[in-house]
């Protein structure tokens, strides 16, 4: 059995600040960490910075999502194997969003997918995951779905029952309570949360959201500063079934 964390969006400095200082500190517990990086600078995709510091804490693998492209460094770092951008990007786009890791004599694969609604309008990841599974000698599979809709996750996850050994959402921030095994026995969560400051509106300050809501007027969204929380799921899988799920959640002292 392989015991993997997964934890959800880290939100610039304060979100790499608790990733850096926890997860050493409870790494031996898990044999394999993936994290989404993709706000991880400044809240705004990813930099070699960024990176270095995710896969120096401990990350064997790092996920991205709808901010992939928002630093020129990310198409260096989509070189490595251990980055992974959304796979349902068109053909021809640089990186790749799969990864089979060897673990302890086992297999775990990592898919990276993206859905369609409110988001960019990328091939289908329903259909597109379906081409993905056909190839053998995957192990256990984990998704991370960066998605917006819950009903997008939800349909996503019951597709992939008893296909896969788990699937975790992404993107929202918001840590959702829906934490379960479905019947066929793929580990389920709709939302991871995000991994970042506790009192913000998603990882930022508040007055620049409130601001877009109240006025209308765009403006630049800074990073909030404080308390951070690191929000994830743990899941421990066998045989491409997930034996156990729970959610995780750590927060910085006062």
């Given at each position: ?24 500190t409870?790494?031996?517990q ?8 993709e ?75 993206m ?31 960066h ?90 899988v ?5 034996q ?5 959640q ?5």
């Amino acid at each position: 059995m392989l015991r993997v964390l997964f934890v959800g969006d880290v939100y610039g400095k304060p979100g790499r600040r608790i990733f850096k200082n926890h997860l050493p500190t409870i790494r031996d517990q898990f044999d394999f960490v993936i994290v989404n990086g993709e706000n991880s600078a400044g809240g705004f995709g990813i930099n070699k910075e960024s990176a270095k510091t995710l896969l120096d804490a401990g990350a064997d693998c790092i996920t991205l999502g709808n901010h992939t492209w928002d630093n020129r460094e990310v198409y260096e770092l989509l070189q490595t194997n251990h980055i992974l951008r959304p796979f349902n990007y068109p053909l021809g786009t640089p990186g790749h969003g799969m990864h089979t890791f060897e673990v302890k004599g086992e297999r775990i694969t990592v898919i990276n997918a993206m859905g369609r609604v409110w988001l960019d309008p990328l091939d289908c990841p329903f259909t597109g995951t379906n081409t993905l599974l056909e190839r053998e000698d995957l192990g256990s599979i984990f998704v991370d779905f960066h998605a917006e809709a819950t009903s997008e996750k939800t349909a996503y996850g019951f597709f992939l029952d008893g296909r896969v050994a788990g699937v975790v959402g992404t993107h929202t921030h918001i840590p959702t309570a829906d934490t379960r095994i479905l019947p066929r026995g793929t580990g389920y969560q709709t939302d991871a949360g995000m991994t970042g400051v506790l009192n913000s509106v998603i990882g930022a300050a508040p007055d620049g959201p409130i601001s877009k809501f109240v006025d209308k007027i765009p403006v630049r969204w800074s990073t909030a500063e404080g308390r951070a929380q690191l929000n994830g799921v743990v899941l421990h899988v066998h045989n491409n079934q997930c034996q156990h799920i729970e959610r995780y959640q750590h927060t910085e002292e006062e």
